[in-house]
């Protein structure tokens, strides 16, 4: 086993962490890490990580099945959709240029980033709707299934607000759903892609039995971590990552001049602070005056 080997296995505890604690997040991991560290190629990166994040899943899913958090009916009507999306997605980007593909994952890396950070607005919980919105929920899966097989990247984080928001589901069963969607869409992606790629199935193997113990130990640490602060960390850290990928998909060694990395450090800080005032004032609020004792009563 080379050392490059070995620390992929290493780092693909980190992939399964991310999928336990937050049901998704394991290809923005994945992808960079078999591309960077195991040194394969981008196409066959992709590939492998579809591999890693659809095992990885389908064991995660068993605690939320075994507790009820998991809308079969929603799943698999979803999955099913996002699996022709995938597999179609998968076929087409044997034909993309690799660097194409890395600069999509990276545009989807710093989306999910976005997301992540500025967070959800507070909802007032919904109803599970009378009758389930098949249309909707097929298209959204094939256009889920879609992005997922061209690049490697859109899943949990695209499928958990989805399923929210078409469902009617709160987010503990959101989430338990969406890694049975994530599952099918992986593995139909997969078999998408292997009509021109190749895989080590060596590397593939060691990564996913690394991600699956990732993903168990993740599942014993969610609720202990508070979810914003956790949310906020691996927020920046896609954004250093996708920044990182992105930069170095340019032609030559473009990527190490200095002068490209001073407006972008200054547009991450001009950023860092938006998200902040944001945040704040989302938690906070308008200043409300203080209405003088006794003031609106009846003499």
Request: aromatic share 6%; net charge positive; with cysteine.
């Amino acid at each position: 086993m080379t050392g490059s080997f070995a620390l992929a296995a290493g780092l693909a505890v980190l992939v399964g962490i991310s999928l336990g604690l937050l049901g998704g997040g394991g290809s923005i991991l994945a992808v960079p890490l078999l591309v960077y560290v195991a040194g394969l190629p981008a196409k066959e990166a992709i590939a492998t990580s579809l591999l890693v994040v659809g095992v990885t899943t389908a064991v995660g899913v068993m605690p939320y099945a075994r507790a009820g958090r998991v809308r079969w009916r929603t799943g698999l009507l979803f999955g099913v959709a996002g699996m022709a999306g995938a597999y179609a997605g998968g076929r087409v980007a044997v034909f993309v240029p690799a660097g194409v593909l890395l600069t999509g994952f990276a545009v989807m890396m710093l989306a999910t980033a976005s997301a992540m950070i500025c967070g959800r607005r507070p909802a007032e919980p919904r109803p599970a709707p009378h009758e389930l919105p098949v249309l909707r929920v097929a298209l959204d899966g094939v256009v889920v299934g879609l992005v997922t097989g061209l690049v490697g990247a859109g899943g949990g984080f695209l499928v958990v607000p989805a399923l929210a928001l078409l469902g009617g589901m709160p987010m503990p069963v959101a989430v338990g759903t969406s890694l049975v969607v994530i599952a099918m869409k992986s593995f139909a992606g997969l078999a998408g892609h292997l009509s021109g790629v190749g895989i080590d199935w060596g590397l593939a193997a060691a990564v996913s039995i690394a991600a699956v113990i990732g993903s168990l130990l993740g599942g014993r640490l969610a609720g202990r971590i508070p979810e914003d602060a956790l949310r906020m960390a691996f927020g920046w850290f896609v954004v250093v990552m996708g920044v990182f990928v992105l930069v170095r998909q340019l032609p030559g060694q473009a990527w190490a001049h200095p002068m490209l990395w001073v407006p972008l450090g200054l547009a991450a800080v001009v950023v860092a602070g938006g998200v902040v005032v944001r945040r704040s004032r989302r938690r906070h609020g308008p200043a409300i005056p203080e209405i003088p004792a006794g003031a609106g009563t009846r003499r």
